[in-house]
T-cell receptor
Framework: NAGVTQTPKFQVLKTGQSMTLQCAQD?????MSWYRQDPGMGLRLIHY???????DQGEVPNGYNVSRSTTEDFPLRLLSAAPSQTSVYFC?????????????FGNGTRLTVT | AQSVTQLDSQVPVFEEAPVELRCNYS??????LFWYVQYPNQGLQLLLK??????LVKGINGFEAEFNKSQTSFHLRKPSVHISDTAEYFC??????????FGTGTRLQVFP
């Protein structure tokens, strides 16, 4: 059981470049989300989705786009990368049937924007 | 605004000593509270959770936490820490929505 898989693990971009961070889960979870982790700021929610075709903004959505065409995948797009987007990005998912289900996290993508 | 506060960014402690990591949240009608642990270069793992019922909840690895509604707190405790408990700990609150809001984290450093 792979759980939540994030690719790539590391990425370096130049300012203005675009890229997509991939996230896939094999647990049939309805809920998926993206967080960024920065020193001294904890994890901040970027976007989340409660099912295919449904997405919503979190705490820090600016500069990021998401879509959810399938239950399994929830890619995060940076259209024009900025140095302020240098961070570690985590994808997480959970079953939506009650709050008993914990979030399952991927191992993260470390992004550097120069 | 919904917020979670972890006042201690770092907590150094000697092995076998007790530890308390503090967490306070902004008040709301109903909240669900969680503690997650992050080991180096890994994602987060659930340590314990409070949904309802008994205010003292027990989690994995000997950790426990107490929900205090009047003080809007959910402090994490362990009576005797081990070197392997060295990690970063995050308090999180689900405010009756699908948004799980995290605190800024507390780095627990256990010394021999």
């Amino acid at each position: 059981n792979a759980g939540v898989t994030q690719t790539p693990k590391f990425q370096v971009l130049k300012t203005g470049q675009s890229m997509t961070l991939q996230c896939a889960q094999d647990m049939n979870h309805e809920y998926m989300s993206w967080y960024r982790q920065d020193p001294g700021m904890g994890l901040r929610l970027i976007h989340y989705s409660v099912g295919a075709g449904i997405t919503d903004q979190g705490e820090v959505p600016n500069g990021y786009n998401v879509s959810r065409s399938t239950t399994e995948d929830f890619p995060l797009r940076l259209l024009s990368a900025a140095p302020s987007q240098t961070s570690v990005y985590f994808c997480a998912s959970r079953s939506i049937g009650g709050y008993n289900s914990p979030l399952h996290f991927g191992n993260g993508t470390r992004l550097t924007v120069t | 605004a919904q917020s979670v506060t972890q006042l201690d960014s770092q907590v150094p402690v000697f092995e076998e000593a007790p530890v308390e990591l503090r967490c306070n949240y902004s008040s709301s009608v109903s909240v669900y509270l969680f503690w997650y642990v992050q080991y180096p270069n890994q994602g987060l793992q659930l340590l314990l959770k409070y949904l309802s019922g008994s205010t003292l909840v027990k989690g994995i690895n000997g950790f426990e936490a107490e929900f205090n509604k009047s003080q809007t707190s959910f402090h994490l405790r362990k009576p005797s820490v081990h070197i392997s408990d060295t990690a970063e700990y995050f308090c999180a609150v689900l405010y009756n929505t699908d948004k799980l809001i995290f605190g800024t984290g507390t780095r627990l450093q256990v010394f021999p």
